[in-house]
């Protein structure tokens, strides 16, 4: 049977770090007791050979071993013994030059040859080391033994027992594994409160499981259409999905920068920052319209949505306008059947010069005003907005007029841009009149400065406060009360983030005589005349 191994996260980095910490305190122990027998050892030869050197440096030693045969009572068996007793050495043992003791701990062995080699000493050399001899395993210094002349008339052996090196290790031992012991506790609760922490963090999943749910994740943030922005508690960029890309206009090195460095200032940058609070909030970035919600995280960041709104914002405003165009064409159902009326009383009462009058005046009126908006204005999208307009106006009792230096030729790169302009321009401008004064009239004016086309929509309502001609271009700002899922506060900002798009400038000022001028300069909007080619777009068709 294989062992189970764990399935939870904090579970495997508990029993690997369990793991861990065993083996480092189990290999540290070893690698300490180690070098401490060696050093125990050494330690006890150095001090044999000292007691070797002391007792081969006492005077009469060496007069003693030429003196006679070797002997349990003879005087170089009580010295040593004396130095035995005095060292607690296991042995003393003294030999002459051809091995023969002088000296031993048990009597009997006196006079007999030794069990080791005494070659090194006997030849001048100080040696050490572990040994087995009569009494056992041992360390031993063995010493020169020199007579008055100095030369060498024996040797000096001293064995330190083995047994007492190794009890002082094993006494040693026990505080070593108490220690090793503490520091493995240590680690073992330093492991448990990583694990803990872990656990806390994973919500307990298991290790499997983080895969595919990184790989969900992916799935998610990629193949949805909202844009998805994560912010850390510092307000660092740290997750960002293609579409926010897409939407925002940045790209994948925004990951990890100040939310204020991957975006410029303005209100998208306050949105998603936070510094403006709401639910469903709207902005605008390179001319789509977003909402924006953000919910904060557990871990102090923020996470925001982006929904992108700009074809439902063109929709409503295509809405609006056919709403327009509908209560127009109501108002002239009604006023054409007020006409029909009166152009059959005059045939029944058989007034036929006046009936003939009465509808040329009717039909030169709306030709005229045809032929005004054409005669200046050669961009058919743009013509036909206008004349759709002056119906909505003239319904509004508001009347719409172009200016006489208005000039525009069919040579604009994006009508519907311009379209776009323009058609916020004056239903921003019908509204602040038509509520206002009863002869209101509305003035656009359209013209080309090479390839910039340069709009202005004039009226003669209440104006633009100065301390205002800004906030008229910001997201969400309006002065008109917002309709149920109709927001307000979009048009203007649309007009300025078009304008900034072509490299011009979108602003609100004063008009002579009172009301709001609103100029627009689109610079590239307008294709170049090719070499050679003179215009006739001041020629009336």
């Not at 200032?265 to 609070?277: M, S």
């Not at 994006?414 to 002869?439: C, H, I, K, Q, S």
Request: glycine share 10%.
């Amino acid at each position: 049977m294989r062992p189970r191994l764990p399935r939870r996260v904090f579970a495997q980095a508990l029993s690997v770090q369990l793991l861990i910490t065993t083996g480092v305190t189990a290999l540290t122990a070893g690698l300490f007791l180690a070098p401490l027998g060696a050093q125990l050892d050494e330690q006890a030869e150095r001090r044999a050979l000292a007691i070797a050197e002391a007792a081969a440096a006492q005077p009469g030693l060496a007069h003693d071993i030429l003196a006679g045969p070797p002997s349990p009572d003879g005087p170089v068996q009580t010295a040593a013994e004396r130095i035995r007793l005095a060292t607690d050495a296991s042995y003393v043992v003294v030999v002459d030059t051809r091995g023969i003791r002088y000296s031993h701990t048990t009597p009997a062995e006196i006079g007999r040859h030794v069990s080791t080699d005494p070659g090194p000493a006997l030849a001048g050399r100080e040696w050490t080391g572990i040994e087995n001899g009569t009494l056992g395993r041992s360390a031993r210094g063995k010493v020169p033994l020199r007579g008055p002349e100095g030369a060498i008339v024996g040797a000096v052996s001293v064995g330190i027992a083995y047994d007492d090196v190794r009890d002082i290790l094993l006494h040693a031992l026990p505080s070593i594994l108490t220690n090793a012991g503490a520091a493995l506790a240590v680690g073992a609760l330093a492991a448990l409160a990583v694990s803990w922490r872990l656990r806390k963090r994973t919500r307990g999943i298991a290790l499997s499981e983080i895969s595919a749910l990184l790989d969900e994740r992916e799935a998610i943030l990629h193949g949805i259409r909202e844009g998805v922005v994560a912010l850390d508690r510092k307000g660092r960029v740290r997750l960002i999905n293609d579409e926010a890309r897409r939407l925002l206009g940045i790209g994948p090195d925004a990951l990890g920068r100040p939310l204020d460095a991957a975006l410029p200032p303005g209100r998208t940058t306050d949105v998603l920052a936070g510094r403006v609070t709401g639910t469903d909030l709207l902005t605008v970035r390179d001319g789509r319209v977003l909402v924006v919600n953000r919910m904060d995280t557990t871990d102090g960041g923020t996470v925001a949505t982006l929904r992108d709104r700009t074809e439902l914002e063109q929709l409503g405003r295509e809405l609006d306008g056919t709403r327009g165009l509908t209560e127009a064409l109501r108002a002239q159902d009604h006023e054409h059947a007020n006409r029909l009326h009166t152009l059959v009383g005059l045939l029944e009462l058989e007034m036929y010069q006046e009936a003939v009058d009465f509808v040329a005046e009717v039909t030169g009126a709306h030709r005229a005003t045809a032929e005004q908006v054409t005669e200046r204005v050669h961009e058919p999208l743009v013509s036909a907005l206008l004349v759709g307009k002056s119906a909505v106006a003239a319904e509004r009792g508001v009347a719409l007029r172009v200016s006489e230096e208005s000039d525009l030729p069919g040579r604009v790169v994006e009508p519907g841009d311009l379209v776009t302009v323009l058609g916020n321009l004056v239903d921003n401008a019908l509204d602040a009149t038509g509520r206002y004064r009863p002869d209101a009239f509305v003035e656009v004016g359209i013209r080309a400065e090479g390839t910039t086309a340069v709009v202005t929509v004039s009226d003669n309502g209440p104006g633009v406060p100065e301390e205002a001609r800004e906030l008229v271009f910001a997201d969400g700002w309006s002065t008109k009360e917002a309709a149920p899922n109709r927001p307000r506060g979009l048009g203007l900002s649309l007009v300025r983030r078009l304008a900034e798009r072509y490299g011009g400038s979108a602003r609100a000022g004063e008009r002579d005589g009172g009301g709001a001028v609103f100029t627009v300069e689109l610079p590239d909007a307008l294709h170049p005349l090719a070499p050679g080619t003179r215009s006739l777009e001041g020629v009336s068709r």
